[in-house]
Nanobody, 124 residues
Framework: QVQLVESGGGLVQAGGSLSVSCAAS????????MAWFRQAPGKKREFVAL????????EYADSVKGRFTISRDNAKNTVYLQMNSLKPEDTAVYYC?????????????????WGQGTQVTVSS
């Protein structure tokens, strides 16, 4: 079993920055792709960013490209999401997820483990 715990959400003004982290524990290895998803009230959970097992490859949703950066520290079993130039439309609960499968996946149904989520609120 793998446990994922997010931290670092909060309230920030538009244009500001925020960083969220996801610490993995349990039967975890570094051979998992990790991703961030988000879900706003009344909306479907959507892909934000992913990083492959080594950290050498990352992918972003068009809506966050150039503003968000995903990274990971395998020694600490932690993945990070640095969010800059935040907009009110970035307001959502942010979830980290681990993908045990091969390949790169953008669909949340491909991910095996999920954190409980952390709230990010951007005020205008």
């Amino acid at each position: 079993q793998v446990q994922l715990v997010e931290s670092g959400g909060g309230l920030v003004q538009a244009g500001g920055s925020l960083s969220v982290s996801c610490a993995a524990s349990g039967r975890i290895s570094s051979n998992y792709a990790m991703a961030w998803f988000r879900q706003a009230p009344g909306k479907k959970r959507e892909f934000v960013a992913l990083v492959n097992w080594s950290g050498a490859r990352s992918e972003y949703a068009d809506s966050v490209k150039g503003r968000f950066t995903i990274s990971r520290d395998n020694a600490k079993n932690t993945v990070y999401l640095q969010m800059n130039s935040l907009k009110p439309e970035d307001t959502a609960v942010y979830y980290c997820a681990a993908d045990l499968g091969l390949g790169i996946h953008y669909d949340p149904y491909e991910y095996n483990y999920w954190g409980q989520g952390t709230q990010v609120t951007v005020s205008s």
